[in-house]
């Protein structure tokens, strides 16, 4: 099992009208199983100034012909 924690000092969830600030993410497994507020913890923290939803590369067909 491996287990990741990250402190996002902003947060964009992709559905919060506003980002969140000083989250606590704990991802196991490469899936998060908990946001919370920072708080002091035992594990390892990654910090991070920025955390976003995940994004994929959209413009890599961008000169290809339409219809």
Do not use: R, W
């Amino acid at each position: 099992m491996s287990k990741l924690v990250v402190h996002a000092k902003i947060m964009i969830d992709g559905v919060s009208d506003t980002p969140k600030k000083d989250q606590l993410i704990s991802i196991e497994d490469g899936k998060i199983v908990s946001i919370e507020e920072y708080h002091e913890t035992n594990e390892e923290v990654i910090h991070a100034n920025v955390v976003t939803p995940g994004f994929f590369n959209c413009h890599v067909h961008i000169m290809e012909p339409v219809g």
